[in-house]
Nanobody
Framework: HVQLVESGGGSVQTGGSLRLSCAAS????????MGWFRQVPGKEREGLAT??????TAYADSVKGRFTILQDNGKNLYLHMNNLEPEDTAMYYC?????????????????WGHGTQVTVSS
């Protein structure tokens, strides 16, 4: 079993930056994926960025060039978000699973955190 706890959300103005963290604990896999997703009320959860056990990353077009996914040796996950826009306002979630190759779809991920809120004002 894997536990994921997100932190680092908050309120910023347009053009600002935030760094989200996801503390991961519990079972690990030899071939894993971790990712960041976000969701606004009434919409489906959107995949933003993934990283696998080889360090290979992938990004959604909506955040490419603005967001960076990173992971440390302890398998904690980070999302550096720059040049934030009001459209980035959402609840942000981290996810993990043994579903390599990684996907930006939600279905392959077995473990999810409870989310951290990001609000960007104009």
């Amino acid at each position: 079993h894997v536990q994921l706890v997100e932190s680092g959300g908050g309120s910023v103005q347009t053009g600002g930056s935030l760094r989200l963290s996801c503390a991961a604990s519990g079972r690990t896999y030899s071939k894993w994926c971790m990712g960041w997703f976000r969701q606004v009320p009434g919409k489906e959860r959107e995949g933003l960025a993934t990283i696998d056990s080889r360090g290979i990353t992938a990004y959604a077009d909506s955040v490419k060039g603005r967001f960076t996914i990173l992971q440390d040796n302890g398998k904690n996950l980070y999302l550096h978000m720059n040049n934030l826009e009001p459209e980035d306002t959402a609840m942000y979630y981290c996810a993990a699973g043994d579903n390599r190759p990684c996907s930006l779809r939600t279905a392959p991920y077995a473990y999810w955190g409870h989310g951290t809120q990001v609000t960007v004002s104009s």
